[in-house]
């Protein structure tokens, strides 16, 4: 049944001679698999129809998803040193296939952008920056050819708003590559490929609803509308594993840390899904956000398996967070060598770990419990641990800077805007000179209060004084976040 109703889509490569992209019941079946991180018997479907049609460049389009998932989720640098040599090969042959058939280039793109995102993880940018050129104008190549072929929107549409948010710190891509984008029209493409009912649209729905709910939770700042999504569609956040990584992942990163440890905990297990401790790291996080004992446990466990350097720091810097609030500062302070010593600074989280190892200051106790119960979901419970505090209190600047800052967290948490705004002000004006990133995050949560307001104007200047502000921590994801909100705000 797959096998027809793939032939009724449109691909009747078997007629052209030589290579060819033909979706079988094997290629279905283990794009379907790959797509719920069942890395196993996908690897052992597409091996299988390799066997018994060489000529066929579906499962070498579909090898770059298994060998992308392993790099992107577990970065073990061996397995790195052997998969990369097989990216090229597979750039070889995909160009190798029909002028005619939209799989050609469509399947390089892909290609390209796994390339992209792995060499990011192994911190080799300037790789990255030409492999989502290529990956950019393939696909925009491809959409010019074959305007009807609903995958192309599926990767235009985020490679368009991505483009469109490009921060000062990879602004090389824009000026050098000649890449450019727009928030609105990338926006476009991806809702007609969701909207889309042809049968390649269909066929590549898990990915694009994967696409679609990072899009609009970051992008477009509709994080609550994107988890709504997930719960409505009925999104198999149990039997699908890359479904439940983007929930468990998006609840984490919008105070919803109870919701992430249910997630985890209520997947299914087996030998089929792809082995990765990012499970770990994920339970981690959403324990400490709880102040819960048990936080060590999945954090030791994620260390001690993880073979990669991206969030290495940060994992470190939290574990020792966590012996901190235990009250073993010995473990604390080894934590903060590992800090030091472990991992890249790649991200912005990593290099504020850096940093803050460096500085070799203990954060204040307080400050640190009201930041983890904030970013746990659990705001009330913050709130009553500033109660009767003031700035006075604090005798550091910069916890003077960081208790304003996080009283006006507290205060949008619980939907206390005017009052979030004022403190927020407090926090641009005290960290106006500072190189911590409290005064421009302050900036863009009141550029985000007035745009969710329907205030656009407003929007638009906190959204540039949030870029005004330089030399800070979370400088280049910040800016992101705000050109984003001026792309918004502009349509």
């Known amino acids: 049944m797959l096998l027809f109703l793939c032939l009724c889509w449109g691909i009747s490569a078997a007629a052209q001679p030589g290579t060819h992209f033909r979706f079988t019941d094997r290629c279905t079946q283990a794009y379907q698999q790959l797509t719920a991180l069942k890395t196993v018997p996908a690897t052992r479907l597409l091996a299988a129809e390799k066997a018994a049609d060489p000529a066929n460049l579906a499962p ?38 029909p002028d005619t058939d939209p799989f050609t280039r469509f399947a390089q793109a892909v290609v390209h952008l796994h390339m992209a995102a792995i060499s990011i993880k192994f911190d080799k940018r300037w790789a990255a920056g030409w492999h989502f050129r290529d990956a950019f104008k393939l696909v925009k190549a491809n959409g010019q050819r074959f305007p009807q072929f609903s995958p192309n929107l599926m990767l235009l549409g985020p490679l368009q708003m991505a483009a469109a948010t490009i921060p000062k710190g990879m602004r090389w891509l824009s000026g050098i590559m000649g890449i450019s984008g727009s928030m609105a029209e990338g926006k476009a493409l991806m809702d007609r490929f969701m909207a889309a009912p042809d049968g390649w649209a269909r066929f590549f729905r898990n990915e694009g609803i994967f696409y679609q709910c990072y899009l609009q939770a970051y992008l477009l700042n509709e994080p609550l509308p994107a988890l709504q999504f997930i719960q409505q569609q009925q999104l198999d956040v149990k039997g699908n594993h890359l479904f439940a990584f983007m929930a468990a992942n998006l609840h984490l990163n919008n105070q919803r840390s109870l919701q992430t440890q249910q997630i985890v905990q209520n997947r299914i297990l087996g030998p089929d899904y792809l082995a990765t401790p990012v499970w770990d790291f994920e339970m981690a996080y959403a324990r400490l956000y709880q102040l819960q004992p048990d936080a060590g446990t999945y954090f030791h466990r994620f260390l001690s398996q993880f073979r990669g350097k991206v969030y290495l720091k940060d994992a470190w810097l939290k574990l020792g967070y966590h012996y901190l609030l235990q009250g073993n500062k010995a473990k604390y302070r080894y934590c903060m060598q590992q800090v030091l010593t472990r991992g890249s600074t790649v991200t912005e989280a990593d290099k504020r770990a850096q940093k803050e190892a460096k500085l070799g200051r203990e954060p204040n106790l307080l400050l640190l419990k009201t930041r983890l119960l904030t970013d746990g979901g659990y705001a009330r419970e913050a709130l009553n641990l500033l109660e009767g505090k003031n700035t006075n209190d604090f005798a550091e600047g910069t916890d003077r800077l960081e208790f304003t800052y996080r009283l006006g967290r507290i205060y949008e948490e619980l939907q206390q805007t005017e009052r979030a705004l004022r403190v927020y002000e407090n926090a641009m004006r005290l960290g106006a000179n500072s190189t911590e990133y409290y005064a421009a995050r302050a900036a863009l949560q009141c550029g985000l209060m007035m745009e969710k307001a329907g205030k656009c104007e407003e929007a638009q200047a906190y959204f540039q004084r949030c870029i005004d502000f330089e030399d800070h921590d979370f400088e280049d994801a910040l800016e992101q976040k705000a050109k984003a909100g001026q792309q918004r705000c502009s349509r």
């Open 60 to 97: 070498i389009l579909l090898e770059s998803y298994a060998d992308f998932f392993q790099l992107f989720f577990n970065e073990d640098p061996a397995y790195y040193q052997q998969a990369w040599p097989r990216y090229e090969q597979r750039l070889a042959q995909l160009a190798k296939g």
